[in-house]
Nanobody
Framework: QVQLVESGGGLVQAGDSLRLSCTAS????????MGWFRQAPGKEREFVAA????????YYADSVKGRFTISRDNAKNTAYLQMNSLKPEDKAVYYC???????????????????WGQGTQVTVSS
């Protein structure tokens, strides 16, 4: 079982930056593909970014490409989402998620991730 704890959300102005962190329990963090998703009120949870367990290639939703950066530090069991040039439409609850070990297929879909954090609120004022 993997437990994920997010932190770093908050209230910022448009154009500001935030860095979200997701710390995982357990000793096999390096074998998990990590993803970030977000959910705005009244909308479905949507993919934001993912970083596979197997290598440095990263994946992003078109809406955040060029502004957000996902990374991981396996020594710290932590994944990060650096969010720059935030926009009001980025407002949402952000969730990190972990895959089953050594899984990469479908990493933009929620069903690939059995483990989820509790979410952290990001609010961007205009």
């Amino acid at each position: 079982q993997v437990q994920l704890v997010e932190s770093g959300g908050g209230l910022v102005q448009a154009g500001d930056s935030l860095r979200l962190s997701c710390t995982a329990s357990g000793r096999t963090f390096s074998s998990y593909t990590m993803g970030w998703f977000r959910q705005a009120p009244g909308k479905e949870r949507e993919f934001v970014a993912a970083i596979p367990w197997s290598g440095p290639v990263t994946y992003y939703a078109d809406s955040v490409k060029g502004r957000f950066t996902i990374s991981r530090d396996n020594a710290k069991n932590t994944a990060y989402l650096q969010m720059n040039s935030l926009k009001p439409e980025d407002k949402a609850v952000y969730y990190c998620a972990a895959s089953a070990p050594r899984t990469v297929l479908g990493l933009t879909t929620t069903r690939m991730y059995p483990y989820w954090g509790q979410g952290t609120q990001v609010t961007v004022s205009s």
